[in-house]
């Protein structure tokens, strides 16, 4: 198979002979040349192509570790909120204990009539000191649990140790009560004092074995302490009488009354009209019979009446 190429430039004929070795040898490296060009075109096509297809799937993973980045931040906001909450719960009662305390504290404070100067429960107790010459501790993060654990101890041992000296104080402020202290009348005098006298009806010697306070007709009669009534009515020789019970053994009786103004297991307190000063019962004019009895027995009221 003969080529034959034409120059109108030149106005001659090129032959060539395509069987001759030379012209298949060089179409055969051109052909190679095409072919390797195409398969290098293709290997690059394919490597951007993988790099894009690898980018995208990494993108994708990256968005998917991203998510679950944000929900995991999500789910440890909700717990940290949860525990925040629960802090502010505990914060709030330690409050209101604190409060309550304090309440607790100013009620001792009258009480045991102790100036509110040395304990103002108002204001925080004052705290200082010289400052430190050597080089600090630094501040670490603290656990908060274990600090409000520490706290509600704390506040609860005050609570209870406040609360026993609550009570200490009430059973002392009791028994101050109920001790038969003063006078049974807001005005009189002395008649007649305990132990041996002559009797006013027969002349002879006897033995008194209370404290007469004479006044006027319906004065009032009051209690020396606080107590339980458990007679309120006549008796043989006291007339119309009142009988108390203050606790430890301690009696006291109120005779001769124009009329009582208690009835019995009425509660009555210091200083409160338990009668109205009469004549009644054996009784040369209007007076108050005032015994004391400490187990059973008739003592001095003197005693107990001071000055």
């Given at each position: 198979?003969?080529?034959?190429?034409f120059?109108?430039?030149?106005?001659?004929?090129?032959?060539?002979?395509?069987?001759?070795?030379?012209?298949?040898?060089?179409?055969?490296v051109?052909?190679l040349?095409?072919?390797?060009?195409?398969?290098?075109?293709?290997?690059?096509l394919?490597?951007?192509?993988?790099?894009?297809?690898?980018?995208?799937?990494a993108?994708?993973?990256?968005?998917?570790?991203?998510?679950d980045?944000k929900?995991?931040?999500?789910?440890?906001?909700?717990?940290?909120?949860?525990?925040?909450?629960?802090?502010?719960?505990?914060?709030?009662?330690?409050?209101?204990?604190?409060?309550r305390?304090?309440?607790?504290?100013?009620r001792?404070?009258?009480?045991?009539?102790?100036?509110?100067?040395?304990?103002?429960?108002?204001?925080?107790?004052?705290?200082?000191?010289?400052?430190?010459?050597?080089e600090?501790?630094?501040?670490?993060?603290?656990?908060?649990?274990?600090?409000?654990?520490s706290?509600?101890?704390?506040?609860?041992?005050?609570?209870?140790?406040?609360?026993?000296?609550?009570?200490?104080?009430l059973?002392?402020?009791l028994?101050?009560?109920?001790?038969?202290?003063?006078?049974?009348?807001?005005?009189?005098?002395?008649?007649?004092?305990?132990?041996?006298?002559?009797?006013p009806?027969?002349?002879?010697?006897?033995?008194?074995?209370?404290?007469d306070?004479?006044?006027?007709?319906?004065?009032?009669?009051?209690?020396?302490?606080?107590?339980?009534?458990?007679?309120?009515?006549?008796?043989?020789?006291?007339?119309?009488?009142?009988?108390?019970?203050?606790?430890?053994g301690?009696?006291?009786?109120?005779?001769h009354?124009?009329?009582?103004?208690?009835n019995?297991?009425?509660t009555?307190t210091?200083?409160?009209?338990i009668a109205?000063?009469?004549?009644?019962?054996?009784?040369?004019?209007?007076?108050?019979?005032?015994?004391?009895?400490?187990?059973g027995?008739?003592?001095?009221?003197?005693?107990?009446?001071g000055?």
């Amino acid at each position: 198979m003969n080529l034959i190429w034409f120059s109108a430039r030149e106005a001659r004929a090129l032959q060539f002979n395509l069987a001759h070795p030379a012209v298949l040898a060089i179409l055969g490296v051109l052909v190679l040349g095409i072919l390797g060009t195409a398969f290098a075109l293709g290997v690059k096509l394919g490597e951007r192509t993988g790099k894009r297809i690898n980018q995208t799937h990494a993108t994708a993973a990256f968005n998917g570790a991203l998510d679950d980045e944000k929900r995991e931040i999500e789910e440890l906001r909700a717990k940290l909120k949860d525990r925040v909450d629960a802090m502010a719960l505990r914060l709030g009662t330690i409050n209101a204990h604190i409060l309550r305390l304090n309440a607790l504290g100013k009620r001792l404070a009258d009480m045991a009539k102790i100036n509110n100067r040395e304990f103002n429960f108002d204001a925080e107790p004052a705290t200082g000191g010289p400052e430190s010459d050597g080089e600090g501790v630094s501040a670490q993060i603290p656990d908060l649990n274990e600090m409000l654990d520490s706290t509600e101890r704390r506040v609860e041992l005050r609570d209870a140790q406040l609360n026993a000296l609550e009570n200490v104080i009430l059973v002392r402020k009791l028994n101050e009560e109920i001790q038969p202290e003063g006078r049974p009348v807001h005005q009189g005098f002395i008649s007649s004092y305990f132990g041996q006298r002559q009797d006013p009806f027969t002349g002879e010697e006897a033995i008194h074995k209370g404290v007469d306070f004479a006044g006027n007709l319906g004065d009032e009669v009051v209690a020396v302490a606080a107590g339980v009534v458990t007679w309120a009515g006549v008796q043989p020789g006291y007339g119309k009488l009142v009988e108390i019970s203050h606790g430890n053994g301690l009696v006291t009786r109120y005779a001769h009354n124009q009329r009582a103004l208690v009835n019995v297991g009425d509660t009555v307190t210091r200083g409160e009209p338990i009668a109205l000063m009469g004549s009644s019962g054996r009784s040369t004019g209007p007076h108050v019979h005032f015994e004391v009895l400490r187990n059973g027995r008739q003592v001095d009221p003197l005693t107990f009446i001071g000055h």
